[in-house]
Every structure is written in C-alpha cells, then in structure tokens.
C-alpha cells in the first residue's frame, strides 16, 4: 500500500496530517505494509522520472509510482473547500472537508467519502471501518456486480445535490448542435444550427456563459431567451425544466441498443460502433475541462489494462472543443482504449452531464450507467458471466 502524504500546501493541511496519521495506523493494525511518501518524495521522483509522466492529472502520476513502488493500492486525502457563498445549495455549513481516495491497482476500484453530518467539525470517515473491512475500501480485486438502475449514491451525491434548470441544447461555442425532444428550447422553436445570443440578458459566446446565467435558477422558473434563426433574430420566454426528469428519465439509454455511430480515433482511424459487437463496451463521454472526469481516468485505464485481452474496449469520448489540447492530454497520459474526439456523439445520445459512462454487453445493449467503483464490477461481472455462458454450451455440446 503507497499512502501519499498531505500537501502542506493544501487547505487544513494540519489536520488532514491528522487524519493520514490515523488512516495509516487503522491499515497497519489490519495487517497492511504502508509505504508513506510526502509531496516532496512525489516532487523529486516526478523531477526524475517526469519525462515519462504527464503533469496533466496527478491521479495518475500517483498510480505509476505506486507501480514502481510495488505497491498493490494507492490512496490519501484531500480537501473540499465549501465557500460561505456555497453552502445554502450544499446544504452544509462552510469550511474545509476530508475526504479519502483510494485506487486499488489489481482491481481498478475508487471510492471516497465526505461525512457532512456533523454541520459544525468536517470529518473524514473511512469506509467499512466499524466492520473491520480496509478502511477507504481499496479492495485487491474486484468483486463482480451485475448492473443496477443508478440510484442516488455517494458516488453520485455531487450531480443530485441540488436541483439542475435544464433548457435542452447541446452545444459548440454559441452555436446549437442538438436539440432535446419536448424540452423549453424546442418549445421555443429552437433547432440545430441557431446560435445563442443571450440568456436573461448575459451575452452567450460559451456553453460556460449559458452556465453561470443557469446558476442560482431553479426548474420551473421563467427566463429570456434569445437565439439567431438564418437571419432572424427570436426573442423568447421560456420556462426551465428538471434535468432529471427530462433526461435521466426520458433520455436514459438503458435497455436500448447503441445507435451505429462512427468517427476518427486520435491516430485518425474510423471507429464504428457496430463493429465493435462480440465485445463488452464501455462508452466514456468525458473531456480535459471536467474534474470528475479526471478523477475517473486512473479507474479506466486500469480496468482496460486488466480486461483488454478478455473481450472488452473501452471508447473514450471527449467533447472537448479544442483538438491540440485534447490530443496533448491523451498523449502525455499514455491513454490506453480507442480515444476519440465527437462532440457530435454527445449531442446525438443527449448526453449532457459529464462523465457519463454506459456499458453495453457483446449484442450493443446498454445494459447500465456507472460511476467510481461501479465501473469495474459491472463491466468484470459481465465479462465473467457471459464467460460462465460459453462455458455452459460447450459442456452441453460435449454431452452425450
């Protein structure tokens, strides 16, 4: 186990120190050799040895010298700093909050955990400690989980903490890619190809602009709209929906097919869902831009060098508007899977929250949307099943 010590730069350094100490201690009674290393160690190993690792995503860089280290989990603490501003739509009180992450190099799982109960002291709580279990729950190999309907779990906590105004536009720059059936913007008269101009009055160049006019909104609410259509220019009020029910619920592409989409890998390569039929799939729609994007990469990349040569590709998709920082990012990282770049993809599933990643099985059925530690299980407990299948009609073949 590689236990990357706190930053003495990072907010509530002194007692995150505190809470490592005690973390430490709870895996080393539990039997656990702990390899601790400071951010210093970390600085001059990446001075080093940087040429070969990116600075991109630190996640990452942790998890190749866990390798070389010999470890078998990498995990430590981290801060979330909740502003005065923040906290009414967090529903907590302001300050600095803990929490653990943990990656666990043979199974590819990533858990953390907030403890925002207490209102006053912020705690960091490990996982599965009152039931003699690892701590930050770091297991050593994966434990096969069938698919599950998403439901509201810690690992999902942050993206239905608070009510999400939806409009239903995907976007590139100002100008409109898609366009979500029955939603406000439809209803407005919207359609692909139409630029934004404003939203209540602020000018829109970005989807960010339409972003922070949605911030402090709440579905229902009444707001102005105004979009050029050829050469007209429409002003509308419209009427802000729930993200959840007009997308989780109406959009959510579990139990369908994947759609026959096609594009250009990062080496420029045609990639066709289609043919990829015969193996398990796991889309990843994500860009450089989104930190919980990031946080998932090290869970992805293990999982596609654990489960790549048992019938499973991993396809990343970023929508990311700006192709040289995206290829940069992929390529410094060493992204394994097929890395694609197709805002268009997004649009066209109405994928509109990021990550989101779904895995279909060998016929491109979508079984589920995952998250964090999901992931791993769900995709190994396919692979494992359909493995027990195969394994049952050739012992039926060979019977007499």
Excluded at 30 to 52: C, Q
Excluded at 212 to 229: I, K, T, V
Excluded at 305 to 310: H, N, V
């Amino acid at each position: 186990m590689l236990y990357l010590l706190v930053d003495p730069n990072a907010p509530g350094a002194e007692a995150l120190l505190q809470f490592d100490r005690l973390s430490i201690q709870a895996y080393r009674d539990r039997g656990v050799t702990v390899n601790e290393i400071s951010h210093a160690d970390f600085a001059d190993w990446l001075e080093k040895e940087g040429k070969e690792f990116a600075k991109a995503h630190e996640n990452l860089q942790y998890v190749s010298l866990a390798k070389a280290r010999g470890a078998d989990a990498v995990g430590g603490l981290k801060t979330w700093v909740v502003s005065p501003e923040e906290a009414p739509d967090w529903h907590t009180a302001p300050g600095t909050y803990p929490f653990g992450w943990g990656i666990s190099l043979g199974g590819c799982s990533h858990n953390f955990m907030l403890d925002l109960t207490s209102k006053t002291e912020p705690r960091a709580i490990p996982l599965n400690l009152q039931e003699g279990g690892d701590p930050w729950a770091v297991p050593l190999s994966v434990e096969p989980k069938a698919c599950t309907p998403r439901g509201h779990t810690i690992l999902d906590w942050f993206s239905h903490s608070k009510p999400r105004p939806f409009i239903g536009i995907s976007m590139n720059g100002n100008r409109v890619m898609q366009v979500y059936p029955e939603s406000p913007a439809e209803g407005a008269g919207v359609v692909t190809g139409d630029a934004i101009l404003s939203f209540n009055g602020k000018k829109v160049s970005e989807i960010s602009d339409l972003f922070e006019s949605l911030d402090g909104l709440n579905p229902g609410a009444e707001a102005d709209l105004e979009y050029q259509h050829e050469d007209a220019v429409v002003k509308k009020r419209i009427k802000l929906a729930d993200y959840h029910e007009a997308v989780e619920e109406k959009q959510s592409l579990e139990g369908k097919p994947l759609p026959d989409l096609k594009g250009a890998d990062i080496d420029g390569h045609e990639v066709r869902l289609s043919e990829l039929k015969g193996k398990v799939i796991l889309l990843d729609f994500w860009a450089t831009w989104c930190g919980p994007c990031l946080e998932e990469l090290p869970v992805l990349q293990l999982l596609w060098e654990k489960a790549k040569d048992k019938g499973f590709v991993w396809v990343a998709v970023s929508a990311d508007d700006d192709q040289e920082t995206w290829q940069a990012f992929v390529r410094n990282n060493r992204l394994g899977g097929i890395q694609l770049r197709s805002p268009e993809w997004a649009a066209k599933l109405f994928i509109a929250s990021f990550p989101t990643i779904l895995v279909a099985d060998r016929t491109g059925l979508v079984r589920c949307n995952v998250r964090g530690a999901e992931i791993a299980q769900a995709v190994m407990a396919m692979l494992v099943a359909e493995q027990q299948g195969r394994n049952d009609t050739d012992k039926a073949r060979a019977s007499p």
